[in-house]
């Protein structure tokens, strides 16, 4: 299974941007998906995933109101809307894939088996 997560770039703060992830080898459907991001000197954190078909989304809390996480199964991707980005959403993001089929949505990275390459999201004040 190989993500291939998109969509970054340098914006405003305020701005907006749409991160994308494909996957091949394997069907995003029916596994659950999340995206995480780490900033220089920090650890990676949680943004947002979602349930194995889609009906729930988490966020976290500094996220939330602002990123959208959605899929499209017909097109085998995942993405996180990102709205209103400040300086402290500066980071890369990685999109992520649980390994068992109908597992549950997990905001802990090590539950997650397969990674993309990150996709660098930087917000300018």
């Known amino acids: 299974v190989q993500l291939q997560a998109s969509g970054g770039g340098l914006v405003q703060a305020g701005g907006s941007l749409r991160l994308s992830c494909a996957a091949s080898g394997r069907t995003f459907s029916n596994y659950p998906v999340g995206w995480f991001r780490q900033a220089p000197g920090k650890e990676r954190e949680f943004v947002a995933t979602d349930t194995w078909s889609g009906s729930s989304t988490y966020y976290a809390d500094s996220v939330k109101g602002r990123f959208t996480i959605s899929r499209d199964n017909a097109k085998n991707t995942v993405y996180l809307r990102m709205n209103s980005l400040k300086p402290e959403d500066t980071a890369v993001y990685y999109c992520?894939?649980?390994?068992?089929?109908?597992?549950?949505?997990?905001?802990?990275?090590?539950?997650?088996?397969?990674w993309g390459q990150g996709t660098q999201v930087t917000v300018s004040s």
């Open positions: 992520a894939a649980r390994n068992s089929r109908y597992s549950s949505a997990s905001v802990h990275a090590y539950e997650y088996a397969y």
